[in-house]
Structure formats: structure tokens, C-alpha cells
């Protein structure tokens, strides 16, 4: 896994508020689809200790699990452009 990528990314801060002990801080993206999530966000205390969850590879979470308006999680803007019947980019952002 490139680390120093998905920081840089648009989903580097996913999941920034999630719980994590100093080594594995860079984990909390990757847990946010591919980790188990109890609460608001996918907390190191969440993951199993000796192996993966269910989620990181035959379930992860899909695009629509966080982006889609009714299904927000992990404080995702709302965008529906790439969905079908999706016919333009819209974006919904709050502050």
C-alpha cells in the first residue's frame, strides 16, 4: 500500500476522526472502507487484532455507502454525478 498516495489524495483525511494508536495513524483511511465501523468512524479498537474484517476484501464500503445524500457517512460531500440515473456533477457541500 502507498501510504504517501492516499495521503496526498482526496480520501487522505478520510476517516481523520477516527481513534488510532501513534504507529498507526496512516491506517485510518484504509479502515474507513475496508475496516469495521461501530461508530461515527472505523476506530483502531474496531478492527479485529489478528486478522481483517469482513469488509476489507469481500465487502468493502462502496462510493454510495458515504457520498450518497441519506447514506453520508465519515462526513462525505453528497455527489451523485457518477450514479445511474446521475446526469450531472452536483456536489452538496456544507460548512
Not at 10 to 32: D, F, Q, R, Y
Not at 36 to 63: E, F, L
Not at 73 to 91: D, R, V
Request: aromatic share 6%; hydrophobic share 25%.
Amino acid at each position: 500500500m502507498d501510504f504517501t498516495a492516499i495521503n496526498i489524495s482526496v480520501h487522505g483525511s478520510l476517516n481523520s476522526g477516527a481513534t488510532a494508536s501513534a504507529g498507526n495513524e496512516s491506517n485510518k483511511p484504509c479502515w474507513a472502507c475496508h475496516g469495521t465501523k461501530t461508530g461515527i468512524y472505523a476506530n483502531q479498537s474496531d478492527q479485529p487484532v489478528n486478522d481483517h474484517g469482513s469488509t476489507y476484501k469481500s465487502s468493502p464500503r462502496k462510493c454510495e455507502d458515504c457520498h450518497i445524500n441519506g447514506s453520508i457517512l465519515f462526513n462525505a460531500p453528497g455527489l451523485t454525478e457518477h450514479i445511474m440515473p446521475g446526469q450531472k456533477l452536483t456536489q452538496h457541500i456544507t460548512q
